[in-house]
């Protein structure tokens, strides 16, 4: 099967850094992408890593490890609107770019 | 510039009961989807549309039923809903890859909150 494993929860103050890990088994691979979604929204897309190493946007970074099957999402100056879930997802194939998503990890961010 | 709009946003049904979900985009997009969400958990791919007139099963087709018989407009059919597809819907597109290693972002509409008695 095809699985993407997410802590659930995760908690920090405003203006510290946070990480949100991600392990992935699936059939196929060809990208891991993040994405944030506020109680009640959609999901908006974040960041995308095909190849290994760092990416950064804003106050926002996303790696990826492919021996490792393995990335995570960096939030850097978390803001209090920083709090919602965020979901990494893999891209099954180029053709097709069919995701699988992980489970989640809401995160909570107090003053 | 709507993005991707869906109708409607909320919905009850009986058991048993018929309807679809329909799921329109204005980004010339050529690749659709629709997902299901369930508390506390992620997405998953019901089914997708590479294109005008072609659909596939994603994950969890079983009870669903899909057409795309213009670009633009992709339609999700229950025809006898059942309590277990209480659930909210999400419709995303993207566009198709032109080849090297960039993101390739999928747009998703608002959702619909749909409730099966």
């Known amino acids: 099967g095809q699985s993407l494993e997410q802590p659930s929860e995760v908690t920090a103050v405003e203006g510290a850094i946070v990480q949100i890990n991600c392990t992935y088994q699936?059939?196929?691979?060809?990208?891991l992408s993040w994405y944030q979604q506020h109680d009640g929204g959609a999901p908006t897309f974040l960041s995308y890593n095909a190849l290994d190493g760092l990416e950064e946007t804003g106050r926002f970074s996303s790696f990826l490890s492919r021996s490792d099957s393995y990335g995570y999402l960096l939030l850097q100056e978390l803001q209090m609107k920083d709090s919602a879930s965020y979901f990494c997802?893999?891209?099954?194939?180029?053709?097709?770019?069919?995701?699988?998503f992980g489970t989640g990890t809401r995160l909570q961010v107090f003053p | 510039n709507a993005g991707v709009t869906q109708t409607p946003k909320f919905r009850v049904l009986k058991t048993g009961q018929s309807m679809t979900l329909l799921c329109a985009q204005d980004?010339?997009?050529?690749?659709m989807y629709w997902y299901r969400q369930d508390p506390g958990m992620g997405l998953r791919l019901i089914h997708y549309?590479?294109?005008?007139?072609?659909?596939a099963k994603g994950e969890v087709p079983d009870g669903y039923n899909v057409s795309r018989l213009k670009k633009q407009n992709f339609l999700l059919g229950l025809e006898s809903a059942a309590p277990s597809q209480t659930s909210v819907y999400f419709c995303?597109?993207?566009?198709?890859?032109?080849?090297?290693?960039?993101?390739?972002?999928?747009?998703f509409g608002p959702g619909t909150r749909l409730t099966v008695l």
């Open positions: 995303a597109s993207t566009r198709k890859r032109s080849g090297g290693i960039q993101g390739n972002e999928q747009f």
């Open positions: 997802a893999v891209s099954l194939s180029y053709n097709t770019d069919k995701l699988i």
């Open positions: 980004m010339n997009h050529e690749y």
């Open positions: 699936t059939s196929g691979f060809y990208g």
């Open positions: 549309s590479v294109g005008e007139g072609t659909t």
